[in-house]
């Protein structure tokens, strides 16, 4: 079979030098993303695996070639459990260096700090997310170009692929590789929580150009190489059917057997990649207010025949009540869709007009411009954004899905807060809000990290940085976030940029990485703005990944909350400098169980960011009228200092848990307590003044016996 697929491939690539692309654009264009995930149905953390690579997909549509292997001990069945093993699998993990499952492989690259092992290319699942945004970062040599057809009859798949290369590869000869991959695959999964129908997807069923792919010597700048390739679907691989309704076709090039400089991925029944053309904008991100226009100047040029019909549609990703859209083309306004006729090559400008209504919120539009020739062939896409009303933004760091799987943890706080004007966008989208002068009116910034990596791009740190420049406040919470910024070990993402956000923005300094045993968080009773906060127990989210960071602060900052009420073991921060403030928790709030608690300090950040609390001199004021006890430590007795006091109040003492202890009453004119501490138990406890349910003040005393 494979002698006779050689002569017509040899045939085609060597008249291809008199004939003209039809499916790639001669451009350079980014590279893709070809994520090779190690994985089996006795893996316990594989189905975590599958969402984050689902995720980086999402976060980047038709940019990522998700495939599923099925290897290693976790993939072999059991009595009568199905095999999703393939011929290929054990040689493509064993290049890889993997020493757990899941593993994955992204485009083949050898990250350095993010590998299982040194120079090898399988890393764990929290850092595809950080490798494939170095890939997608970076321009291809080669455009890879793939169409297919399929005749059910006799189960016959046909494979055009098309490269063309607007650069040389390092490599004189590359390799084509084509896979075919199926979704939704019924079956068991270990963690599924699915039984035997967990939905499998992107599994890899067969790879028609075998092992290591058709080799290609033409691979200078300018190259243009066309390959078809045929092969007969078997109705079942290892006893299992395959549904050619749900199966893909995907096509990479790389470099030896390693280096995947691009690829792409098609239906089996009539897919296309062909490029038609392309439109962009001079600005994709705007402020805008109730009622008033906000205009985008776009172009389209499409590649295909002069004369050549287009659909141009107009649609909300996020429908908002009372926002309206339209776009004009030729002097024609339109308010969804629109036929052009393009001709070849020839920019034609056109606008896009968002005019917001009452409703606070970021609302985002997408513009495709699609083939009617050719509509399997992926349409032109050009995402607009308006940001109109908002005032506190829930931004979702970039290092992984996990952030946008939380960010309803931060909004329910602040609606919840009574915050009417809130919303949430990724980082990437608040970097562009913030080049295109759009955060102004932005006064709260709720940076949700979770668990990802990086916990902060240097175009994120840096516009952060500026915004707080500018008297903008700023929450940031997550896990690791202290060890991916100031550790320095290997996988780990801190630099200059970041590292000045840490420690001179958040005035914070980075202690120890945590563990499981940093399972409470108790608030610092004395804090005027969070000490009425309370606890919550510390819960692991993340699949056995539990790394609350220890921390400690940097003068001006003060600690707000302890791990299991230890002074010693600091969970979070908060300062007021330079004209804005800002807020650090070590653990993510997805990871704080009482919601309660959460919602609480959520509002009490959202309230103290707000004014509501009045912060420096506020604190100055309630600490002139209680003083520190005396003696202290205390033994049979302590005394504590009072000023001021105008009316009733309640002076209540609690442990270092949180747990009441006893209460006196605090009567105005009286200047002082003596405390009875015959009984307590030897250790630290808060004494706190309340006036009814608020918290006036707030200090520690010690007991000994």
Same mark, same amino acid.
């Given at each position: 079979?494979?002698?006779?697929?050689?002569?017509?491939?040899?045939?085609?690539?060597?008249?291809?030098?008199?004939?003209?692309?039809?499916?790639?654009?001669?451009?350079?264009?980014?590279?893709?993303?070809?994520?090779?995930?190690?994985?089996?149905?006795?893996?316990?953390?594989?189905?975590?695996?599958?969402?984050?690579?689902?995720?980086?997909?999402?976060?980047?549509?038709?940019?990522?070639?998700?495939?599923?292997?099925?290897?290693?001990?976790?993939?072999?069945?059991?009595?009568?459990?199905?095999?999703?093993?393939?011929?290929?699998?054990?040689?493509?993990?064993?290049?890889?260096?993997?020493?757990?499952?899941?593993?994955?492989?992204?485009?083949?690259?050898?990250?350095?700090?993010?590998?299982?092992?040194?120079?090898?290319?399988?890393?764990?699942?929290?850092?595809?997310?950080?490798?494939?945004?170095?890939?997608?970062?970076?321009?291809?040599?080669?455009?890879?170009?793939?169409?297919?057809?399929?005749?059910?009859?006799?189960?016959?798949?046909?494979?055009?692929?098309?490269?063309?290369?607007?650069?040389?590869?390092?490599?004189?000869?590359?390799?084509?590789?084509?896979?075919?991959?199926?979704?939704?695959?019924?079956?068991?999964?270990?963690?599924?929580?699915?039984?035997?129908?967990?939905?499998?997807?992107?599994?890899?069923?067969?790879?028609?150009?075998?092992?290591?792919?058709?080799?290609?010597?033409?691979?200078?700048?300018?190259?243009?190489?066309?390959?078809?390739?045929?092969?007969?679907?078997?109705?079942?691989?290892?006893?299992?059917?395959?549904?050619?309704?749900?199966?893909?076709?995907?096509?990479?090039?790389?470099?030896?057997?390693?280096?995947?400089?691009?690829?792409?991925?098609?239906?089996?029944?009539?897919?296309?990649?062909?490029?038609?053309?392309?439109?962009?904008?001079?600005?994709?991100?705007?402020?805008?207010?109730?009622?008033?226009?906000?205009?985008?100047?776009?172009?389209?040029?499409?590649?295909?025949?002069?004369?050549?019909?287009?659909?141009?549609?107009?649609?909300?990703?996020?429908?908002?009540?009372?926002?309206?859209?339209?776009?004009?083309?030729?002097?024609?306004?339109?308010?969804?869709?629109?036929?052009?006729?393009?001709?070849?090559?020839?920019?034609?400008?056109?606008?896009?007009?968002?005019?917001?209504?009452?409703?606070?919120?970021?609302?985002?539009?997408?513009?495709?411009?699609?083939?009617?020739?050719?509509?399997?062939?992926?349409?032109?896409?050009?995402?607009?954004?308006?940001?109109?009303?908002?005032?506190?933004?829930?931004?979702?760091?970039?290092?992984?899905?996990?952030?946008?799987?939380?960010?309803?943890?931060?909004? *329910?706080?602040?609606?919840? !807060?009574?915050?009417?004007?809130?919303?949430?966008? %990724?980082? /990437?989208?608040?970097?562009? +809000?913030? @080049?295109?002068?759009?955060?102004?009116?932005?006064?709260?910034?709720?940076?949700?990290?979770?668990?990802?990596?990086?916990?902060?791009?240097?175009?994120?740190?840096?516009?952060?940085?500026?915004?707080?420049?500018?008297?903008?406040?700023?929450?940031?919470?997550?896990?690791?976030?202290?060890?991916?910024?100031?550790?320095?070990?290997?996988?780990?993402?801190?630099?200059?940029?970041?590292?000045?956000?840490?420690?001179?923005?958040?005035?914070?300094?980075?202690? *120890?990485?945590?563990?499981? !045993?940093?399972?409470?968080?108790?608030?610092?009773? %004395?804090? /005027?703005?969070?000490?009425? +906060?309370? @606890?919550?127990?510390?819960?692991?989210?993340?699949?056995?990944?539990?790394?609350?960071?220890?921390?400690?602060?940097?003068?001006?900052?003060?600690?707000?909350?302890?791990?299991?009420?230890?002074?010693?073991?600091?969970?979070?921060?908060?300062?007021?400098?330079?004209?804005?403030?800002?807020?650090?928790?070590?653990?993510?709030?997805?990871?704080?169980?009482?919601?309660?608690?959460?919602?609480?300090?959520?509002?009490?950040?959202?309230?103290?960011?707000?004014? *509501?609390?009045?912060?420096?001199?506020?604190?100055?004021?309630?600490?002139?009228?209680?003083?520190?006890?005396?003696?202290?430590?205390? @033994?049979?007795?302590?005394?504590?200092?009072?000023?001021?006091?105008?009316?009733?109040?309640?002076?209540?003492?609690?442990?270092?848990?949180?747990?009441?202890?006893?209460?006196?009453?605090?009567?105005?004119?009286?200047?002082?307590?003596?405390?009875?501490?015959?009984?307590?138990?030897?250790?630290?406890?808060?004494?706190?003044?309340?006036?009814?349910?608020?918290?006036?003040?707030?200090?520690?005393?010690?007991?000994?016996?």
């Amino acid at each position: 079979m494979r002698k006779l697929l050689l002569l017509p491939i040899l045939i085609l690539t060597i008249t291809m030098g008199l004939m003209a692309q039809t499916l790639v654009s001669t451009d350079p264009q980014g590279k893709n993303v070809v994520l090779e995930e190690f994985t089996g149905i006795h893996c316990q953390y594989c189905p975590d695996g599958h969402r984050i690579a689902q995720g980086i997909a999402d976060a980047n549509p038709g940019r990522v070639v998700l495939i599923n292997i099925h290897q290693g001990s976790y993939a072999v069945p059991s009595g009568s459990e199905p095999d999703y093993r393939t011929p290929f699998g054990d040689a493509l993990a064993a290049q890889t260096g993997l020493t757990g499952y899941p593993s994955g492989t992204v485009n083949r690259h050898v990250f350095p700090g993010l590998g299982m092992t040194t120079n090898g290319t399988a890393m764990g699942r929290s850092n595809w997310g950080t490798a494939s945004n170095q890939i997608l970062a970076q321009t291809s040599p080669v455009n890879v170009g793939i169409e297919t057809s399929y005749e059910p009859s006799t189960r016959l798949l046909t494979v055009n692929v098309e490269l063309y290369y607007t650069a040389n590869s390092s490599l004189s000869t590359n390799n084509i590789n084509v896979a075919l991959l199926q979704d939704s695959v019924l079956g068991p999964q270990t963690n599924g929580g699915a039984g035997n129908n967990y939905v499998h997807m992107h599994m890899l069923r067969y790879l028609v150009t075998g092992q290591w792919g058709d080799p290609v010597a033409n691979t200078t700048q300018g190259s243009l190489v066309t390959r078809t390739y045929t092969y007969t679907i078997p109705a079942a691989y290892n006893s299992i059917p395959c549904i050619v309704e749900h199966c893909q076709v995907a096509a990479y090039v790389t470099e030896s057997h390693q280096e995947v400089l691009s690829g792409d991925v098609v239906n089996a029944i009539g897919g296309s990649n062909r490029y038609i053309g392309k439109v962009n904008t001079t600005s994709d991100f705007k402020l805008g207010h109730n009622g008033i226009t906000s205009d985008f100047s776009c172009q389209a040029t499409g590649s295909l025949v002069s004369g050549s019909l287009y659909k141009f549609s107009l649609e909300p990703i996020n429908p908002v009540s009372g926002w309206n859209k339209s776009f004009t083309i030729d002097g024609t306004q339109y308010t969804d869709t629109a036929i052009v006729a393009l001709n070849q090559n020839e920019a034609k400008d056109f606008s896009v007009s968002i005019i917001p209504g009452s409703t606070a919120a970021v609302g985002t539009y997408r513009l495709s411009m699609a083939s009617v020739t050719y509509p399997a062939a992926p349409p032109k896409i050009l995402d607009l954004t308006v940001i109109s009303g908002i005032t506190d933004l829930v931004v979702n760091g970039s290092g992984g899905p996990e952030t946008t799987q939380y960010q309803g943890v931060y909004l *329910d706080g602040l609606t919840q !807060a009574g915050c009417t004007t809130s919303s949430a966008m %990724s980082a /990437t989208m608040m970097v562009k +809000a913030f @080049n295109n002068d759009a955060m102004t009116e932005v006064n709260n910034i709720y940076f949700n990290v979770a668990w990802t990596f990086p916990a902060f791009k240097d175009d994120e740190a840096t516009a952060l940085k500026s915004l707080m420049d500018a008297g903008h406040n700023v929450l940031v919470a997550g896990q690791d976030v202290g060890w991916d910024v100031m550790s320095g070990a290997s996988g780990s993402n801190g630099d200059a940029i970041t590292q000045d956000l840490y420690t001179n923005y958040l005035s914070a300094r980075w202690i *120890d990485d945590g563990s499981s !045993a940093n399972n409470q968080i108790t608030a610092v009773v %004395s804090d /005027t703005i969070f000490g009425t +906060a309370g @606890n919550s127990t510390v819960t692991d989210v993340y699949a056995g990944n539990m790394y609350p960071d220890q921390i400690d602060t940097i003068s001006p900052a003060v600690p707000i909350f302890l791990y299991k009420g230890l002074n010693t073991k600091r969970a979070a921060l908060r300062v007021e400098k330079n004209g804005y403030k800002s807020v650090y928790f070590g653990v993510g709030f997805e990871m704080l169980s009482t919601v309660t608690v959460r919602n609480k300090i959520i509002q009490l950040v959202y309230e103290w960011f707000n004014g *509501d609390h009045t912060g420096i001199e506020f604190d100055k004021a309630v600490a002139a009228i209680m003083g520190q006890n005396y003696p202290n430590p205390g @033994n049979t007795y302590t005394i504590l200092p009072l000023n001021n006091i105008r009316k009733d109040m309640t002076m209540l003492f609690v442990d270092m848990q949180g747990r009441k202890i006893s209460t006196m009453a605090v009567h105005p004119g009286d200047t002082q307590l003596k405390v009875n501490t015959n009984g307590w138990t030897p250790g630290n406890y808060s004494y706190i003044l309340m006036d009814g349910n608020t918290l006036i003040s707030a200090k520690q005393l010690a007991v000994i016996h």
